[in-house]
C-alpha cells in the first residue's frame, strides 16, 4: 500500500512533517489546488485566512485504478478512523 | 471556602475539557467526538449558573463567565467555521480515480497511474498546516 498525502503545502513543510512523524507517506504538493480541484474537493474560502483549502478527504484506490471507498469530512475537525482505512485497503 | 465547590467543579470541567481535546487530538474517538467538549461546556455553564443562581457571589458568577464563554466559542467553532459545506462529489465508489502528477518533497514528480497494477494507493487530502 502506498499513502499519498495531498495538501497545498510547500515541499519544506511536508518534508518537516513526514521525518518528524516517521510516516510512511509520501507528502505531495498541490500548490495550486488543480489536482484537488480536478476530484472536486475544493473547500472554497475555508482556510483561516479565508484562501481555498481541500476538503479533508481519504481515497482507496485499488490496483486497477478504481475507487473503492471514500470518507469525506462535513466537519474539519472529524478524521476517518486509520482502522476503517485499513479495513477497506485489506478488503480489497 | 467549600461552599463554592460547584463553581470550583464548573472551572475544571470547562477548562479540563479544553486541555483534554488538546492533548488527545490523536486520538480518533476523542478528535471526532467534539460534542465531548460541547458536552463539557454545557455542564459547567449549567453547574454554574445552578450555583450564580442560589448565591450570586463572584466564584459562581467568575465560573458562569468562563464556561459560558466557551460554550459559545466551542459552538460557534463546531457548529460554524468547522462546518465544510455540502458540495457535489465528482468522485464517486468503482469509477477510476483521474491520474495526475505532483511532485513529492524532495521535487521529484509523482505520477498516481505508476502504481497501477503494483499497490493499492490510499490519497489524503488534507487542509495543510500553512
Known amino acids: 500500500m502506498q499513502i499519498l498525502a495531498i495538501s497545498p503545502d510547500s515541499n519544506e513543510k511536508s518534508q518537516e512533517l513526514a521525518e518528524r512523524l516517521r510516516a510512511r507517506y509520501r507528502f505531495l504538493t498541490d500548490h495550486d489546488l488543480a489536482v484537488t480541484r480536478r476530484y472536486g474537493l475544493v473547500h472554497a474560502g475555508g482556510g483561516n485566512k479565508g484562501q481555498d483549502v481541500p476538503r479533508p478527504t481519504t481515497i482507496v484506490i485499488d490496483r486497477r485504478g478504481i475507487v473503492r471507498w471514500l470518507a469525506r469530512a462535513d466537519n474539519f475537525q472529524v478524521r476517518p478512523d486509520a482502522a476503517d482505512v485499513a479495513r477497506a485497503v485489506r478488503d480489497l | ?130
Do not use: C, K, Q
Not at chain 2, 468503482?94 to 493499492?120: K, M, N, V, W
Open chain 2, 1 to 130: 471556602m467549600i461552599r463554592y465547590w460547584p463553581a470550583f467543579l464548573s472551572v475544571f470541567l470547562s477548562l479540563g475539557a479544553v486541555a483534554g481535546y488538546a492533548s488527545l487530538l490523536r486520538v480518533p474517538a476523542i478528535r471526532n467526538h467534539p460534542e465531548l467538549y460541547l458536552g463539557a461546556f454545557a455542564l459547567a455553564t449549567t453547574i454554574a449558573a445552578v450555583a450564580s443562581w442560589r448565591a450570586a457571589r463572584w466564584p459562581n458568577l467568575v465560573a458562569l463567565a468562563i464556561s459560558a464563554v466557551l460554550l459559545v466559542l466551542g459552538g460557534y467553532f463546531n457548529f460554524v467555521l468547522a462546518r465544510v459545506p455540502a458540495a457535489a462529489m465528482a468522485l464517486r465508489v468503482g469509477e477510476a480515480a483521474p491520474d495526475f502528477t505532483l511532485p513529492d518533497a524532495t521535487g521529484a514528480p509523482i505520477t498516481l497511474a505508476s502504481f497501477r497494477d503494483r499497490t493499492p494507493v490510499v490519497l489524503v487530502f488534507y487542509r495543510g498546516y500553512w
